[in-house]
């Protein structure tokens, strides 16, 4: 089944204690991506990456990493969480070209205390 | 700078009656425009694209969605509405002059809620 996984799916963790969040697509995409959705504010895009070690910001990168060390994984890594980082990620995938669709994962919930 | 607005945080229709979510969008060109659903505790899900051709595009679940370029708008419709078609419902443009950028813009999304 084609699909995008993500783990964990549910996180809650102290600030400061660095954590990582695994992507990971069976689809042979090269583009992949992170979002956060937040309550009033819709989705925006924290990182982006149109293939393997090729990476950029999107709309809101402060206070995250990612690497994209294999076509297949994109983990959304934070150093020093902190609580303004709560939220649900999604990450997503999808064919070469701005005309195709995007598949989600099923989403992370992190909270931050 | 593109955007895309979906004027109502909530929907609420009755079972078996049409049923509209509205978007409208604002690019400096021509626009991408997709339609995705979130049930709850899942991730978005495709339903419809407008690329470019035929302003009625067709998409899963019986749904469908107008484009109209006068209006800056994408619509997203359906005729007859399911319980099961309660979600949140996001719009997404994307300017096709865009650049390198990723540069997909999401609305902030619009709760449809289905009576029975």
């Known amino acids: 089944e084609a699909q995008v996984t993500q783990n964990p799916r549910y996180l809650i963790t102290v600030t400061g204690k660095k954590l990582t969040v695994t992507c990971s697509q069976n689809m042979n995409h090269e583009y992949m991506s992170w979002y956060r959705q937040d309550p009033g504010l819709g989705l925006r895009q924290i990182y982006y990456?149109?293939?393997?070690?090729?990476?950029d910001k999107g709309d809101v990168p402060e206070g995250y990493k990612v690497s994209r060390k294999e076509k297949r994984n994109f983990p959304l890594i934070l150093e020093s969480p902190s609580p303004n980082q709560t939220s649900l990620y999604f990450c997503?995938?999808?064919?070469?070209?701005?005309?195709?669709?995007?598949?989600f994962g099923p989403g992370t919930r992190l909270t931050v205390l | 700078a593109q955007s895309v607005a979906q004027p109502e945080d909530q929907v609420n229709v009755a079972e078996g009656n049409p049923l509209t979510v509205k978007c409208t969008y604002s690019v400096s060109g021509n626009p991408y425009l997709f339609w995705y659903v979130q049930y709850p505790n899942r991730g978005l899900q495709f339903l419809l694209k407008y690329i470019t051709g035929d302003n009625l595009v067709k998409g899963s679940y019986g749904f469908e969605a107008e484009f109209n370029k006068s209006q800056t708008s994408f619509h997203l419709k359906k005729p007859s509405a399911l319980v099961s078609d309660s979600a949140l419902y996001f719009c997404a443009v994307r300017d096709m002059m865009g650049g390198g950028a990723d540069g997909l813009t999401f609305g902030k999304g619009t709760h449809l809620i289905i009576q029975p």
């Open positions: 990456s149109m293939n393997v070690e090729v990476t």
């Open positions: 997503a995938s999808r064919d070469t070209g701005w005309v195709n669709e995007q598949f």
